[in-house]
């Protein structure tokens, strides 16, 4: 695929090494193993050299950012930014053993500063989703936000977590800290809010992201991450005929400007079916359905089946072309399902492509939007004395 990272070198040798371990004796077995495991993690190391590090490190708001890369031993590597906490690149094995970056993004960090931004890879708070009208009351107060989507507040106003430089560590090679200090009354939120997230790169291929906040007011916090996914690769065309399962047996419908309107309705007959492997774009030009409509596609909260504490199955999706598999995991009660209904090829990815109309995806886990004025949806509220914690884990494998 042309816009897939040039190492089908490095991972033809690992696939070398490997055949010959099936043929020789255990002490050969043993050293061939040995190999094929450098040539991966080679693999893994050169599989963000398309990205150069000076072009993520500047000064924005007086603190530095950068680029840090984490890597395992199977081929995978994800490359993140502390500005707006953003994953640039996923690499990750697709069918044949050739390095695929499922993540969309940009070559550097002035980019993701640029009016094209659209929250790609970022994470997102204080609170992730639409505010109704940009207000909201707690404990008999009401609080007012920006409106920075139609008459909306969306995903933390102005300036959220997104545009934040946060604090990084890294202590090994498959860990990434970040920290951030939301002071009282930015964005128009109460409390100062501390944040944590821990990215993790698992022997599994797995991401896992763990999300945690404590605040010294009561307030709102409801986090995510907004990586938009192309499992053919970055710039590979249109995802539509990606296959996809989510485990939600209701959805929120929304009104034209995206806010739910505070029922929840059964998937069960409509377009929002996703119990079973279904194409994207099976369904995306129903005539005459106004959530379709509304939406401009598919731009929704589906309220998960199971939902609990623990992590639960939330999603699975896979590339027609690729054979590359994501598997969604998480402890929040919703997910928001979009697919690219607002890209418009105005900005060129860091393989040169553009960001063409439908072309990456959004698995957003969360609570549900507009929470705060929606009483009869969970809560997300945050009291002193008491931790926010959140975790969703995005797997990769392969269906051969």
């Known amino acids: ?234 710039g590979s065309g249109t995802i539509l005929n990606h296959l996809v399962q989510i485990n939600a047996d209701k959805y929120t419908p929304v009104d034209a400007t995206l806010i739910p309107t505070g029922k929840l309705e059964p998937v069960a007959g409509t377009p929002f079916d996703f119990t079973k492997p279904t194409a994207i774009g099976s369904r995306i030009d129903t005539v005459n359905n106004i959530q379709l409509k509304n939406g401009g596609g598919y731009d929704h909260n589906f309220a998960l089946a199971n939902a609990g504490p623990a992590l639960h199955d939330a999603a699975e999706v896979t590339g027609d072309q690729s054979g590359i598999v994501m598997n969604v995991l998480t402890t929040e009660p919703g997910l928001q399902f979009y697919i690219g209904n607002f890209m418009s090829g105005k900005n060129s990815f860091k393989s040169g492509a553009k960001d063409d109309y439908r072309t990456a995806f959004c698995i957003e886990t969360q609570h549900f939007p507009d929470a705060p004025n929606q009483k009869n949806f969970p809560s997300i509220v945050i009291e002193p004395g008491k931790e926010y914690t959140s975790t969703t884990v995005y797997k990769f494998g392969v269906k051969k």
Not at 60 to 84: E, M, P, Q, R
Not at 161 to 168: I, K, L, P, Q, T
């Open 1 to 234: 695929m042309s816009k897939k990272f040039n190492y089908h070198g490095l991972i033809a040798m690992a696939a070398i090494s490997l055949f010959a371990c099936n043929n020789t004796s255990q002490q050969t077995d043993s050293s061939d193993a040995a190999a094929a495991s450098q040539t991966t993690a080679d693999a893994a190391t050169a599989c963000v050299s398309a990205l150069e590090k000076k072009s993520f490190e500047e000064t924005i708001d007086g603190k530095t950012t950068g680029l840090y890369v984490l890597k395992n031993n199977n081929g995978a590597c994800v490359a993140i930014t502390n500005y707006g906490g953003r994953i640039v690149s996923i690499v990750v094995p697709d069918k044949n053993n050739n390095p695929t970056d499922v993540a969309v993004g940009f070559k550097t960090v002035k980019e993701y500063q640029g009016p094209g931004d659209a929250y790609f890879g970022a994470l997102i708070g204080r609170v992730g989703n639409r505010i109704a009208k940009g207000k909201f009351t707690l404990d008999g107060k009401e609080y007012t936000l920006a409106t920075n989507n139609g008459p909306n507040s969306l995903h933390g106003g102005n300036k959220g977590f997104s545009a934040a430089v946060w604090d990084a560590t890294q202590p090994n090679d498959t860990t990434l800290s970040l920290s951030y200090v939301s002071k009282d009354g930015e964005e128009g939120y109460p409390g100062t809010l501390t944040a944590n997230v821990t990215y993790t790169l698992g022997a599994d291929n797995s991401i896992r992201i763990d999300y945690k906040a404590t605040t010294d007011k009561k307030t709102v916090v409801n986090l995510t991450n907004h990586t938009y996914f192309n499992l053919n690769g970055e």
